[in-house]
């Protein structure tokens, strides 16, 4: 009973100092940075990443629907949705609103039927080059940004970064606050207000990678659109891709989210793109909410000050 009781006594001893010095236990070593690169130009849609990804991390069903406007009927990421393909059908599109400045396409295209260079009369699969109709496709997931504005929102500590560099979301630590949902500048965390009330988000199969396994939507995916592995030999690769492009004519490839310029340094789930980031539903220029912290305390001390002021003045015109 003595012995029982001396534990039971030291619990809080323990716990007190956990709290001032930290946990006991070592961090995980550091591994290198793992990312995905998404590369939009050989996405056809088939949604194996969707389906992969729902299957591996047993993410509920969810009951299709459509929008009237797209074919795309899963609609958008979500708490039980972490990869989405996007459907962006550009059908009759006008003149103006081409991309790279292609303001003359159409033009271009009847020139080129009257010199011969393509048939009058297109084969059924000539899309995008014997008209201005096209579909950009692009399996969007988390950026697992190098500066995460979710990470640096969530006031419990259940936003962590892994050793993979990666962000990773622990459930059991999750209150589900929602913080980090208005946070994330690219809609892509959200709250499961169906199942477990807490946010959710891709994982980057972090158990697959700590088993050395590539994630469930990169092995599924049947034209390697989306490449898993360490970030900076992904960016080299994609760099080299970009180039590959524009040398066959594609001038209005780019890439987004490999240098530092979002978000303060770069995403680690980063994209090569057919259009402008808008386009694909990508802000060009993502806000880091951090950023705004200092500014809006100074100006709100400053209002503070001058109300203080004022008020002094008032009471002081009232004795």
């Not at 048939?119 to 692009?138: H, K, S, V």
């Not at 994330?184 to 499961?192: L, Q, S």
């Not at 477990?196 to 994982?203: E, L, M, S, V």
Request: glycine letters at 8%.
């Amino acid at each position: 009973m003595a012995i029982e009781s001396s534990r039971q006594s030291e619990a809080p001893l323990q716990a007190a100092i956990s709290t001032l010095v930290g946990s006991k236990l070592r961090p995980l070593p550091t591994k290198p940075r793992m990312g995905f690169f998404t590369d939009t130009s050989i996405c056809i849609g088939c949604k194996a990443c969707e389906v992969a990804c729902k299957q591996w991390n047993q993410l509920p069903a969810q009951e299709p629907g459509w929008t009237g406007s797209s074919y795309d009927n899963t609609g958008q990421l979500s708490a039980i949705t972490w990869r989405h393909v996007l459907f962006i059908e550009e059908i009759g599109r006008r003149a103006g609103s081409l991309p790279g400045g292609r303001s003359d396409l159409n033009a271009q295209i009847e020139q080129a039927k009257r010199d011969g260079a393509i048939p009058q009369t297109p084969p059924g699969t000539a899309l995008p080059f014997f008209n201005t109709e096209r579909w950009l496709m692009d399996s969007d997931v988390c950026k697992h940004c190098a500066h995460a504005p979710c990470h640096e929102a969530c006031p419990t500590g259940a936003i962590i970064r892994t050793e993979f560099d990666t962000v990773y979301v622990q459930q059991d630590i999750c209150n589900g606050c929602g913080y980090c949902v208005v946070a994330c500048p690219f809609g892509v965390i959200a709250r499961d207000e169906q199942g477990t009330h807490t946010a959710r988000k891709c994982t980057l199969c972090y158990d697959r990678l700590k088993d050395g396994i590539e994630p469930a939507c990169a092995k599924a995916c049947p034209t390697s659109s989306i490449q898993f592995g360490e970030v900076e030999e992904l960016k080299e690769r994609a760099r080299k891709r970009v180039g590959t492009l524009h040398e066959r004519g594609v001038s209005e490839a780019r890439l987004y989210g490999v240098d530092d310029a979002i978000l303060d340094g770069g995403l680690n789930s980063f994209f090569l793109l057919l259009d402008e980031p808008e386009v694909y539903n990508l802000p060009a220029n993502p806000s880091r909410p951090s950023n705004h912290v200092a500014p809006a305390s100074l100006w709100t001390i400053l209002a503070a000050m001058i109300l203080g002021l004022f008020g002094i003045i008032f009471f002081k015109n009232e004795a």
